[in-house]
DNA sequence: AATATGCCCTGTACGC
DNA sequence: TGCGTACAGGGCATAT
């Protein structure tokens, strides 16, 4: 299974970048090419150039790195977005992975100066293109982040809280699931596999689901992110090392990409099976989830 | 208003 | 071997 980031993956790289780059000094920004998916904002290096980075949080898969001056620098990786770092102690940039840190898909390149690390170089990688990144003047409505249901790992996601917001609703709750104003940062993949966990059919209606069987899925959706992030945090110690790459960790999933597979739940006896809802592969285990 | 679809983009896998 | 096609999917735009 390839790298694909979603919430847990983007925690990671969150955390394996925050050493190196909070802190630190933009001292220039360097952009290849135009535009990522979308173009990059007017005034996007000059607004970077000169700030200091104080923080690299996340909300639902964004990078949000907030600068001295009050702005926000906001990142999504969309599909194949990956940032590299490179100090001084560390490998020479030219032993980055080619093809990679070092080739025709890296579109943002940005030296920094880091109080005790030096000279940061945070390179972005992206083949594909899906990911973005914007600049937010201090103060400014972020249209991005300001209609994002809560955080899944946080407090404000409930059972009470999804049961006020999946009563409504008449469509399949494994697509409700993908909607970001009703929580945020669940992709395809953990989707799945919270569905799985909690032994619910993806094809159910949303407003369907019991007070119980929404208990359970709460508990999942922490359960299989909570997991997740420790198994990329796992990785966080080669992060320093050889090619630098961050958060780059292979997790092993119950049901995702395992079309054909028999369910891993024990004595389930079922064979995992993919449809299609709403243009998304779906993997589920048509014996144990109903 | 809520819901559904098409699009973006390129590397990879696969059938013929 | 080479060529065409399907697929991966988050979020936006558009249509209903």
Redesign the pocket.
Known sequence: MKF?P?LPEVETVRRGLAPFIEGARIESVRLNRPDL?FPFPQGFVDGLEGQTITHLGRR??YLVAALSGGGVWLS?L??TGAFFVADQRLAEPSRLKPGEAGGK?VHVVADLVHPSRGRVTLSYSD????GFMDLFAPGTAN??IDPLGPEPLGNDLSAPYLADRLKA???PIK?VL?D?RVVAGL???YVCEALHMSRIDPRRAAGALNEREIERLVAAIRQVLEAAIAAGGSTLKDFSQADGQPGYFQHSFAVYGHEGDPCPRPECGGVTGRIVQ????TFYCPVCQH
């Not at 083949?127 to 899906?130: A, I, L, T, Y």
């Not at 709403?278 to 592969?281: F, I, L």
């Open positions: 694909m979603e998916r639902a898969k999504h969309g599909m898909h083949p594909r293109r899906f249209p991005f609703k008449k469509g697509t993908l970001q992709g395809n993949i709403a243009g998304r592969s």
